[in-house]
Every structure is written in C-alpha cells, then in structure tokens.
C-alpha cells in the first residue's frame, strides 16, 4: 500500500505544481493583456485624429513648399533671360551703325513708345 499511495500523492502532488504553474502563467497573460490595454488607452482617439491631421498638414506644406522652390527656381530662370535680353536691347539700341542704318531708328521708336506708354494709358504709339 505505501507504493500505490506514494505513487498517488507524487501524481497528484505533480497536478499541484502543474495547477500552480498554469494559474501563474494565466495571472502573468491577464497581467501582459492589462498593460497593453492600458497603453493603448494613453493617447485617446481624439489626440490620435488631431496627430493625423497634423500629418497630413504637414505634407500639404511639404509640397506647397516644393511647389514655390520650383516657382523661385523658374522665376530665377527668367530673371536671368529677362537682363541677358535687356542686355542685347541695350547693345541693339546704344549701337549708332544700327540706328543709321534703318529710315526709323529703333532707339526712337523705344523713347516714343516709352513716351506715348507714361502719357496715355496702355496705348503705344509708333511710326
């Protein structure tokens, strides 16, 4: 008999620690599972749709300001033709074999247009 019982309380003494260890590792999951319950809850859904709209309105500015890069880059662009042709103009009107060589010299015709354009309104006049 003292075989059978030995054999019996080792069994039911393994089902203890066995229990034991289960409870403990359920307490340990419903523990993990409350943490991250609970920091899932620390930023609300309110302060969550206020980040993501702050997102999306930060990449609206983004392109906005790639946008007006592009914009100053082009406008820098045509700055530089704009004086490389006033250059030219100067060069075509300060040039007296030019102006000598047309009935209408184009250096007049620009002071006309320059008067006639300050005197009257969008109206240019011209031989």
């Known amino acids: 008999e003292a ?4 054999a019996s309380t080792a069994v039911s003494g393994n089902t203890k ?3 034991e260890e289960v409870r403990i590792a359920q307490r340990r999951l419903a523990s993990m599972r409350n943490y ?3 920091l899932g809850q620390i930023v609300n859904d309110d302060t969550v749709g206020v980040w993501n709209q702050l997102e999306q309105d930060c990449a609206n500015c983004k392109d906005l300001l790639t946008r007006r890069a592009q914009s100053i880059s082009e406008v820098d662009e045509l700055t530089r033709q704009n004086a490389e042709l006033k250059s030219l103009l100067n060069q075509y009107l300060g040039d007296n074999a030019t102006n000598a060589a047309f009935r209408v010299p184009p250096a007049q015709v620009m002071k006309v247009r320059d008067v006639g354009a300050a005197g009257t309104m969008g109206s240019t006049a011209g031989p």
């Open 36 to 38: 991250w319950v609970q």
């Open 3 to 6: 075989g059978p019982v030995g």
């Open 17 to 19: 620690s066995t229990q």
